[in-house]
Nanobody
């Protein structure tokens, strides 16, 4: 049984920082590409950051220089360090594990950036 579970969301002031975690089980984590997506109200889900099994990272232009994705294969966990947060970063953040035709999603964690 595959489980993908996000944690670490919450309310933060503009300019603040937050770290999201995503723990995956039931898969061979090290071979999966891991991604963070987000969906704001009334908008489509968008890719925020992704890290491949080999460690290659890519980011959406809107978060480059502010967000950092990393993974710990020993803990089957991927992280998203978010800094200099803006109100427009407010969204539900989802974790995705992808390998070949297999794709698994978490339930999402809410991030709200507001004063």
């Amino acid at each position: 049984q595959v489980q993908v579970v996000e944690s670490g969301g919450g309310l933060v002031q503009p300019g603040g920082s937050l770290r999201l975690s995503c723990a995956a089980s039931g898969i061979r984590f090290s071979i999966y590409a891991m991604g963070w997506y987000r969906q704001a109200p009334g908008k489509q889900r968008e890719l925020v950051a992704q890290i491949t099994s080999g460690g290659t990272k890519n980011y959406a232009d809107s978060v480059k220089g502010r967000f950092t994705i990393s993974r710990d294969n020993a803990k089957n966990t991927v992280y998203l360090q978010m800094s200099s947060l803006k109100p427009e970063d407010t969204a539900v953040y989802y974790c995705n594990a992808k390998f070949s035709v297999n794709s698994y999603w978490g339930q999402g964690t809410q991030v709200t950036v507001s004063s």
